[in-house]
């Protein structure tokens, strides 16, 4: 067996190396304190956010959880009172919802009666799939008619209407013009 001995320090023989290091005892001591406190700060970072922190609120979360485990009847009566709550909060959503759209549909309805012109009237009034205006009505003549239709041309709340058929008939012995326009109600309209 053979020994073989690596110098790492050189090609000097240790008895060359410095017997006496001068080093600062006050720089010692500092670097000792200060590994020792790398050391411990996270020991006593970790010890005080589990107890002084989560330890009060597992406590408290467990307590909550035996009670309700004890008393059966309060976790279903919360169950319910949170049940309640969602449903009132739906029928809120809805009231505001229909509030919303009964003001949109008063403009829009009041929107059609000023377009009306007053030797016209409105006989049915449809709205197909919430967004396509469907009117039926008379007129005395056709210029009654072709203003209701520029009228609707030009309307906030309605695009792109269509006029369909016309017919004369007589009404207590009266010719008027019997008449459709058909438009899409307008979402920039509804939103204003």
Known sequence: MKIININLLGDRPPSLLPSN?????ELLLRGIVGAIIALILPLII???VDKLM???AVA??????RDLGTNKNT???????KERAEALEKDYESLLKLARQSATWKSVLE??????????????LSIDGGN??????KALDYRAIAFFYTNFQNANHFARPVLGSLQSESVGGQAVIRFNL????????LGG
């Open 54 to 56: 989560l330890g009060p």
């Open 21 to 25: 290091l001068n080093i600062d005892p």
């Open 75 to 81: 976790a279903s009566v919360l169950r319910k009172e």
């Open 111 to 124: 929107e059609v009666r000023d377009l009306t012109p007053t030797d016209a009237w409105l006989t049915r």
């Open 132 to 137: 396509k205006l469907k009117i039926e009505g």
């Open 46 to 48: 970790g010890f005080s």
């Open 182 to 189: 058909d438009c899409d109600i307008n979402d920039q309209g």
């Open 60 to 65: 408290e979360n467990d307590r909550i959880l």
